[in-house]
C-alpha cells in the first residue's frame, strides 16, 4: 500500500493541486506524469499499477485541467510551466523522473531545458512537434463549432483529427476509442467553459520544441500511426536531445495511452529503471528503437 497525499497550490490567483502516491522504498526517482489537453490527476490507472511498486507517483491537475482554476485566456505555457517547476520544489526530492504526454510533452520538455539538473530521466509521448496546414484548418473548423453551439460536430472533427481512421492500418479497437474520445470531447465542449481559450492558443502559439536538450537521459515514444505529428517527424525531433532513446508502439495511433496504455506504462516502467527497451514485446520495428540524439 502506498500513502496518498493531495497538495493545493497557487500561482498568482490561480489554484491548481497535485497527487501524491507515496512509495516508501522506491528504486527509482518520484514519477511526475503530465498528460494532454484537459487531462487531470485521476487519467492513470495503469501507471498507477506498474509505477507505484518502484517508485512514488505524481498526478496534476494543472490550471486548466482536472480541478484546478481555468487557465486564464491570455496565460499559456509559461503559467503552466510555472505550476509544474512548483510542483517539483513542493515535493522536496533533489530529482524525479518526469513523463509528459501530447500537450504534457511540451510541458515537460520545457521544464527539463529550463531545470536539466532536476530531472533524472525525461520520456516524452506523441509529440506534437509539427502542425500542418490541414491541421490547423481543421482547428479553425472546431473551433468555429464551438463558438456557434454546434456541440456535436465539434465533437466529430475533434476526435477525427487525433486518431488514425486509415483502415489499412491496424489500430485495435479503433471503433470504441474513437466514441470515447468524441465523447470525452462532447463533455468538454458542453462543461468546460475555457475550452475555446484553450483551443485559441492552439491556432495562435503552436508547441515550441526549439532549442535542443542535453545532459538529460531521455526517450521519446509514439504510436507507429500517429497522424497528428508522424513518427519520422517525432524522431527528427528526439534527434535534437542529445542521446535520445526513440521508440514506436506497435498497432497505436495518438491515442497510444488510451490503446496501449499497459504497454505505455510498462515503457514508462522499464525507462525509469533502466531496464533495457529493445526486447519490449509490443514496439514496432516500422522505426528501429535507438539512439537518435
Not at 266 to 276: K, V
Amino acid at each position: 500500500m502506498h500513502d496518498e497525499v493531495i497538495r493545493d497550490l497557487s500561482t498568482g490567483r490561480i489554484r491548481y493541486r497535485y497527487r501524491l502516491l507515496r512509495q516508501p522504498e522506491p528504486r527509482t526517482e518520484p514519477v511526475v506524469v503530465i498528460g494532454g489537453g484537459l487531462q487531470g490527476m485521476y487519467g492513470w490507472p495503469h501507471m498507477e499499477d506498474q509505477l507505484t511498486p518502484v517508485a512514488s507517483l505524481v498526478t496534476a491537475d494543472l490550471p486548466g485541467m482536472g480541478g484546478a482554476d481555468p487557465l486564464p485566456a491570455d496565460e499559456g505555457a509559461e503559467l503552466m510551466g510555472a505550476a509544474l517547476d512548483q510542483i517539483i520544489d513542493d515535493l522536496g526530492v533533489p530529482q524525479i523522473n518526469l513523463f509528459g504526454y501530447s500537450y504534457g510533452a511540451e510541458l515537460a520538455f520545457g521544464c527539463a531545458q529550463r531545470r536539466p539538473h532536476r530531472i533524472a530521466r525525461l520520456a516524452l509521448g506523441g509529440v506534437v512537434s509539427h502542425t500542418s496546414p490541414e491541421q490547423l484548418k481543421q482547428l479553425r473548423r472546431a473551433a468555429e463549432h464551438l463558438a456557434n453551439g454546434e456541440h456535436e460536430q465539434f465533437a466529430t472533427v475533434t476526435a477525427e483529427m487525433q486518431l488514425c481512421l486509415d483502415e489499412d492500418r491496424h489500430v485495435p479497437r479503433r471503433e470504441l476509442v474513437y466514441r470515447y474520445v468524441r465523447r470525452s470531447m462532447l463533455h468538454g465542449a458542453v462543461h468546460v467553459p475555457h475550452l475555446m481559450d484553450y483551443l485559441q492558443r492552439s491556432l495562435i502559439s503552436g508547441p515550441s520544441f526549439d532549442g535542443g536538450l542535453s545532459g538529460v537521459p531521455s526517450l521519446v515514444f509514439t504510436g507507429e500511426h500517429d497522424t497528428i505529428t508522424t513518427p519520422e517527424r517525432q524522431r527528427e525531433f528526439a534527434a535534437t536531445i542529445e542521446g535520445c532513446e526513440f521508440v514506436t508502439i506497435a498497432d497505436a495511433d495518438h491515442w497510444v495511452v488510451l490503446e496501449r496504455s499497459a504497454d505505455v506504462a510498462d515503457l514508462a516502467f522499464r525507462f525509469f529503471t533502466g531496464e533495457p527497451l529493445d526486447s519490449a514485446p509490443y514496439l514496432s520495428p516500422a522505426i528501429l528503437p535507438g539512439v537518435v540524439g
